[in-house]
């Protein structure tokens, strides 16, 4: 009896360890990336979740209301809180922290998997995790396009208009504003990714008239 008592709890710990492991990997590239959330948050979260179903699955199973799914619900919606304090928008309106933010909350999927027996499956998603932070990061760094505010001044209020006609095809978004005896005028820009932030710097510098006092 005490010989299928200890296969039972190696075999728990195997699963909270698995789960640990699991997330600190997904943690370490988070982590490298310099995000909000590393490897002992995805750690934590990984190992909580499964605790969490190894508790629901076998420390209820002598009550008469005993449902495992109640508590993984729970851990699902509890996640999805804590991952929405990662997401911040910034005030070029660029929302950030969604990809470490998705990357939690499927980490407490994997912690779950690991908890509930699904060992192989949880360790087929945290590969296949990698594989969408790594290798799409790489494809998704040189499309589409990302916004940037830029910030121009000028004495004269025509050299201002100028730049509004020279980057109407890049911006929608236009604020014209006077400090003082000087003019400043932020825009809104649409770029593409592939482009590096100093060529951009040096193309926004060229334009006559206007000095460019930021770019965020």
């Known amino acids: 009896m005490s010989n299928i008592l200890e296969q039972e709890i190696i075999q728990l710990v195997i699963r909270l360890l698995t789960a640990a492991v699991l997330g600190a990997i997904i943690g370490f590239e988070r982590e490298s990336r310099g995000k909000g959330a590393g490897v002992r948050t995805h750690m934590l979260v990984a190992m909580g979740a499964c ?11 002598d009550s008469e209301r005993f ?10 919606t509890g996640i999805g809180f804590l991952g929405g304090g990662l997401i911040i928008k910034s005030k070029t309106n660029m929302i950030t922290g969604m990809t470490t933010a998705a990357g939690l909350w499927v980490t407490g999927a994997i912690g779950l998997g690991a908890g509930s027996g699904m060992v192989l499956m949880a360790i087929i998603c945290t590969i296949l ?7 799409l990061h790489v494809v998704n760094k040189n499309l589409g396009y990302r916004q940037a505010m830029a910030i121009f001044s000028s004495h004269e209020e025509s050299s201002l208009e100028e730049v509004i006609k020279q980057l ?8 014209l504003s006077k400090q003082g005896e000087s003019y400043k005028l932020e825009v809104m820009l649409r770029v593409p ?11 926004l510098e060229s334009i006559k008239g206007v000095q460019l006092e930021s770019l965020e």
């Open 168 to 175: 109407s095809k890049q911006s929608n978004h236009f604020s």
């Open 67 to 76: 449902d495992a799914a109640r508590v993984a619900a729970g851990v699902v």
């Open 51 to 61: 605790l969490f179903i190894l508790i629901s699955k076998y420390g209820f199973e």
């Open 129 to 135: 995790v990698l594989v969408c932070l790594e290798i």
């Open 193 to 203: 990714k592939k482009e590096n932030m100093l060529e951009l710097i040096k193309r």
